[in-house]
Nanobody, 119 residues
Framework: QVQLVESGGGLVQPGGSLRLSCAAS????????MGWYRQTPGKQRGLVAR???????NFVDSVKGRFTISRDNAKNTVYLQMDSLKPEDTAVYYC?????????????WGQGTQVTVSS
């Protein structure tokens, strides 16, 4: 069984920073992409940032230049460094991973962590 465990959410003032972490554990043969999505009430969950096993990254336009994504393959962990946070970044952030299991690639989600940007 595979689990994604997130940490690092919280309350921060506009212009501040937070770092989210997500560690994958369990019977993992290989992790393809890892990334972060976010969701606000009444809206669909949307991609924030994603990084492949080869290190290719992509970001939603609204966070480019402010957020950085990285991963530690040895620890099966992905990080999202969020700087210059804005109130519109307030959302529940979900970790996402595409993990190789025997015979299949499977998507997994974390439980979500709340990020609130407010003065």
């Amino acid at each position: 069984q595979v689990q994604l465990v997130e940490s690092g959410g919280g309350l921060v003032q506009p212009g501040g920073s937070l770092r989210l972490s997500c560690a994958a554990s369990g019977s993992i043969a290989m992790i393809n992409s890892m990334g972060w999505y976010r969701q606000t009430p009444g809206k669909q969950r949307g991609l924030v940032a994603r990084i492949t096993s080869g290190g290719s990254v992509n970001f939603v336009d609204s966070v480019k230049g402010r957020f950085t994504i990285s991963r530690d393959n040895a620890k099966n962990t992905v990080y999202l460094q969020m700087d210059s946070l804005k109130p519109e970044d307030t959302a529940v952030y979900y970790c996402h991973a595409v993990i190789g299991l025997p015979g299949a690639w499977v998507e997994y989600w974390g439980q979500g962590t709340q990020v609130t940007v407010s003065s």
